[in-house]
């Protein structure tokens, strides 16, 4: 009896232990800190090190404390127009963003999954290379290429499309803010759709060739529905980074670019105001989690 | 490599030698975290090859940062250098240790003038030294505005503050500080109200008046503007003086035909003070008082005067500084301009979030 319960529970503990790390990943670096972030958003400021009070010191301080709480800073989100405005125009800017990396980066992808063999690694790499660069010294380049008297406006005039006194007025507008965001997240989108396409099985297209079905035809009916969860997931490891970007928009961006990221660092540095920028994080977390939790619900039941 | 990259890899590399020299007796390394482009090096170097302690020495161009550091505690540097309301209110959230003056000797170099009016932010003096001073003013291409417009009046406010100004500088490029607590004192006084007022009435009238003229401000910034105006890339900036100074010098040095000026507006201009303390948890205060000690010596900071271009708070320094940085009336102002300028205090968390507010309004149009 006892031999056997032993070999019952040890496959049973090993599959455990395998499933318990990512578990306690994400308890350790993403639920802990959410939950401090959480607790802080339901603080107020005070001119004191930490800049905030209740300051809880264990678990019984919790409870004699928990009255000192107060969903104010949640209210006052709600009171001032800009908090909404800023999501509001982070989202756009992520969506255009993103529509615009597909656009861009499936082409790429799709390139790269028909090249001949040898040569894909070689094409991975291209993808992965400006990585090796850091990077703000590329987003910095950027700069150096959009400003005014910078190498675009050299270049336009060069070619005589630009006179000799025009200039390109794109940096420090939102146009520049697109153009670094697409250049910086290329790569992540382009890996998963370059991943889905690949293992595309490509006598499919032959046979809807076959029978007739011309390209572009098999491309929306056969392609494009196998490359979706390439699509997806690209769409996703763009999308949510994006809405809560802050170095493209504060390097490249106008003064009037508002992001929920320039407006989180206000409360944090400007103001030291650390619960309502906290609650602004909490909000920001929401409004990102929530639906990608209804997708994922939604993609069990198809 | 622009400002802001040189700026991170600094930091980087200031922090590797940190971590290397980690394993060195603790008395003989002073951290201090300073501006960035504030130091003549080599003053550090003496200090190293004087008492044996090395420097590591961080930098910031933003206070906002420094003060969320020191809230948060536990930054680990020895030495901080902050400007006078941003270090009261940190030593009333008890960020830092008194001074211990029997280590500091070199005290009696100071000058009086500046201490009284840094003890307005630090009452007797208790926690802090002065390290430089300076005015917010305005800095200009000297050909360019000519050439737009020969009769501009450079020496007032009018120049960015008056719409139908300001806007003829537009194409050839217009900043402003990113500093919500510098440009709406300078808009108060320039409507001619009290620059220190907390009042949220005045603070958005002074909004009001900036946003006007934003449309014709290409970027607020607060390093960007010292390497844009010596490249020529913008002919206007409202900055800090030492800085638009530097960009002089840079200009000048590359000999690209930029001429830098930099003006105290005639309705008077911030004075502010840059001020050296010692956080309660520093790792080493004796090497820190050891340091603070050593750059009052008259020669070490006249050195870092004439390197940086700014004034320092030090009377036995002016016989060592150059003659033509203590003669230069935009860094030494004469007494008639010095009467002119004005000093700010610290914003309470409610006239902050209304500061804050108004500036937000102001870059956003929101």
């Known amino acids: ?302 | 490599m622009t400002k802001m990259v040189r700026q991170r890899l600094l930091g980087a590399a200031a922090l590797t030698v940190a971590l290397a020299t980690g394993a060195v007796a603790q008395d003989k390394v002073v951290n201090v975290y300073n501006w960035s482009d504030y130091v003549d090096e080599s003053v550090l170097q003496e200090f190293t090859k004087e008492t044996g302690i090395k420097v590591v020495y961080d930098v910031f161009d933003n206070q906002d940062i420094v003060e969320t550091k020191m809230l948060a505690g536990g930054s680990g540097y020895d030495v901080v250098v902050v400007t006078g309301p941003f270090l009261a209110r940190q030593i009333a959230a008890g960020v830092y240790q008194p001074l211990d003056k029997s280590k500091l000797p070199n005290l009696s170099n100071m000058w009086p003038e500046v201490t009284s009016r840094v003890a307005e932010y630090d009452p007797g003096n208790q926690y802090g030294v002065d390290y430089m001073w300076g005015t917010t003013g305005i800095g200009y291409n000297v050909e360019k505005i000519k050439a737009i417009m020969p009769d501009a009046p450079v020496n007032s406010w009018d120049m960015v503050f008056k719409p139908e100004i300001v806007s003829k500088f537009k194409d050839c490029g217009v900043q402003f500080l990113d500093a919500s607590e510098e440009l709406i004192p300078a808009a108060l006084k320039y409507l001619g109200k009290n620059p220190d007022s907390k009042n949220a009435a005045d603070m958005e009238e002074a909004g009001k008046l900036l946003a006007s003229v934003k449309p014709y401000v290409q970027k607020f910034h607060s390093s960007e503007y010292i390497n844009a105006l010596a490249n020529g890339d913008i002919c206007l900036a409202v900055g800090y003086s030492g800085d638009i100074l530097q960009a002089r010098n840079r200009a000048a040095e590359a000999k690209n035909g930029v001429t830098i000026q930099y003006v105290i507006p005639k309705e008077g201009a911030n004075m502010w003070f840059d001020i050296m303390a010692i956080p309660k948890d520093a790792p080493n205060p004796d090497a820190a008082h050891a340091f603070i000690n050593f750059m009052m010596k008259p020669d070490v900071i006249a050195k870092s005067s004439n390197y940086v271009a700014y004034a320092n708070g030090n009377l036995a320094s002016q016989k060592f500084i150059d003659p033509a940085i203590l003669s230069d009336v935009s860094i030494y102002p004469d007494q008639e301009t010095l009467a002119n300028l004005f000093s700010t205090t610290p914003y309470d968390a409610k006239a902050q979030r209304v500061l804050t507010r108004v500036w937000t309004s102001v870059k956003t149009g929101m």
Not at chain 1, 93 to 103: E, H, R
Not at chain 1, 190 to 203: Q, W
Not at chain 1, 207 to 216: H, I, V, W, Y
Request: with cysteine; aromatic share 14%.
């Open chain 1, 1 to 302: 009896m006892a031999e056997r319960r032993t070999r019952d529970v040890k496959p049973f503990l090993g599959k455990w232990a395998l499933v318990a790390v990512p578990y306690l990943w994400s308890l350790l670096f993403f639920l802990a800190p959410f939950l401090i972030i959480f607790k802080i958003s339901l603080s107020e400021t005070a001119i004191a090190m930490p800049p905030y009070t209740p300051v809880i010191a264990g678990v019984s301080d919790l409870w004699t404390k928990l009255s000192d709480f107060t969903f104010d800073n949640y209210v006052f989100l709600t009171e001032d127009p800009l908090y909404y405005s800023a999501y509001l125009s982070s989202l756009r800017i992520a969506l255009v963003s993103t529509v615009l990396l597909l656009i861009v980066g499936y082409p790429i992808a799709y390139g790269m999954a028909r090249a001949p063999k040898s040569l894909r690694n070689a094409l991975v790499m291209a993808v992965i290379l400006p990585f090796w660069t850091s990077f703000l010294i590329r987003v910095y380049a950027w700069i150096g290429i959009l400003k005014p008297e910078g190498l675009l406006t050299i270049a336009l005039q060069g070619l005589g499309i630009l006179g000799p006194n025009e200039q390109v007025h794109i940096y420090n507008t939102e146009i520049a803010v697109f153009i670094g965001i697409v250049y910086s997240y290329l790569p992540f989108m382009v890996l998963p759709l370059y991943a889905a396409l690949e293992k595309l099985d490509a006598t499919l297209l032959e046979a809807a060739a076959d029978l007739g079905c011309p390209p572009t035809k098999s491309f929306w009916v056969i392609t494009f529905p196998l490359s979706l969860p390439g699509v997806i997931a690209g769409c996703f490891l763009c999308f949510i980074p994006i809405v809560g970007e802050f170095v493209i928009p504060d390097l490249l961006g106008g003064s009037e670019t508002l992001m929920i990221g320039k407006t989180l660092w206000a409360e944090f540095f400007n103001n030291r105001d650390w619960p309502v920028s906290s609650a602004v994080a909490v909000v920001l977390l929401i409004i990102l989690v929530v639906p990608i939790v209804i997708f994922q619900n939604q993609q069990k039941k198809a």
